[in-house]
């Protein structure tokens, strides 16, 4: 729709009017009127009617756009108010389009932002809601087997009690990782940051992860040892647990009979920390996601592994808590290698 400015639209009606007036006035010259008076008159006619028609157009746009206008400008964007700006009548209407632009470009971003959050919250409860859901229904399954007569059998309720157990301790995982990550997110969970050496701290989590490797038959190994201790300032207790993460998750997804190296590398003031394995590998298009609570590349067979779907989430966390990066490749049937950074102890 075309518009026009108050100053156009006065002008127009002001030549209306000036054209009626040299109506009339042309009647007055034909019976003798003096020329003089009539061109005066039709000139003090148009500067009137246009400087009048002038004001009363702005006055009246002013006083409904002005009430929109200041309703945007205290409309919180984001958290916070558009700049207080001290505008006059002559600046209104030249500044109101751009930043009613910006208001509703800063509006459709929130929108699209309360959107990705509501998808996240869905995915997120039905993520839950289907992990605990397996442990939930082989206790409440065992349980009832016991109560119908297997509790009189010894070997029956043994293995059943046992089960049981199992499936317990993987909703206190579920439960105890996600109240990490809250930890994290939030801003609750300190870090004791400390000197120590990162090469010896891989040692103690090869060797505790040394029969979950040796059951796949796969060698966890440190590639070109340095000689000297490499030492960095860290979170000690929350390293080993980012550590431990990776090493598991590339002991499960490694190949049989297979290798998982670990490989340091020295930038400026970083290390540079590497868990590679030679096992299933990932799709370029679901690394992006890797990271994300809860994702599977292949769920059903994430779940024989075992785990929470939660680990590289709490990996993610930790790393980024210490002001540190995570970088994940990967090839389909070569491997995946992740790779942190740590800042080096002065």
Not at 184 to 194: A, F, H, R
Not at 201 to 220: D, Q, S
Not at 247 to 252: E, G, H, L, Q, Y
Not at 316 to 339: C, P
């Amino acid at each position: 729709m075309r518009t026009y400015s108050s100053t156009l639209l006065s002008t127009i009606v002001s030549v209306i009017l000036t054209i009626l007036s040299l109506f009339f006035m042309l009647l007055a010259y034909a019976y003798g009127d003096n020329i003089i008076v009539f061109v005066l008159t039709t000139l003090l006619f148009f500067l009137a009617s246009y400087f009048s028609i002038l004001f009363i157009l702005k006055k009246y746009i002013n006083d409904r756009v002005r009430p929109i206008y200041n309703t945007i400008r205290d409309l919180p964007l984001s958290g916070k108010k558009m700049e207080e700006r001290s505008l006059h009548s002559n600046s209104l209407l030249h500044n109101v389009k751009d930043e009613v632009e910006e208001w509703a470009k800063t509006q459709l971003k929130e929108i699209e932002r309360l959107k990705d959050l509501e998808r996240y919250r869905k995915d997120f409860v039905g993520n839950v809601s289907h992990e605990l859901k397996t442990p939930i229904f082989n206790i409440q399954g065992y349980v009832l087997t016991l109560l119908e007569g297997g509790m009189d059998d010894p070997k029956i309720n043994h293995r059943y009690l046992s089960r049981t157990e199992k499936s317990i301790d993987r909703m206190v995982s579920i439960v105890e990782d996600l109240e990490s990550i809250t930890k994290l997110e939030s801003g609750e969970l300190k870090l004791n940051l400390v000197k120590f050496d990162i090469v010896k701290t891989v040692e103690e989590v090869i060797e505790m992860e040394h029969l979950h490797a040796a059951e796949r038959k796969i060698k966890v190994q440190i590639i070109d040892r340095p000689e000297k201790p490499v030492y960095v300032k860290a979170d000690k207790k929350r390293m080993i647990e980012v550590l431990t993460n990776l090493t598991i998750n590339a002991i499960k997804y490694g190949r049989k009979k297979g290798h998982v190296n670990i490989s340091f590398h020295h930038m400026e003031d970083n290390i540079i920390v590497e868990v590679a394995d030679d096992g299933i590998g990932m799709e370029k298009k679901d690394l992006p996601r890797i990271f994300e609570r809860f994702f599977r590349v292949d769920k059903s067979r994430s779940r024989e592994q075992g785990g929470t779907g939660l680990g590289l989430s709490i990996v993610k966390h930790i790393i980024e808590a210490h002001n540190q990066s995570i970088n994940v490749r990967s090839v389909v049937d070569k491997g995946t290698t992740f790779n942190f950074t740590l800042e080096k102890a002065k």
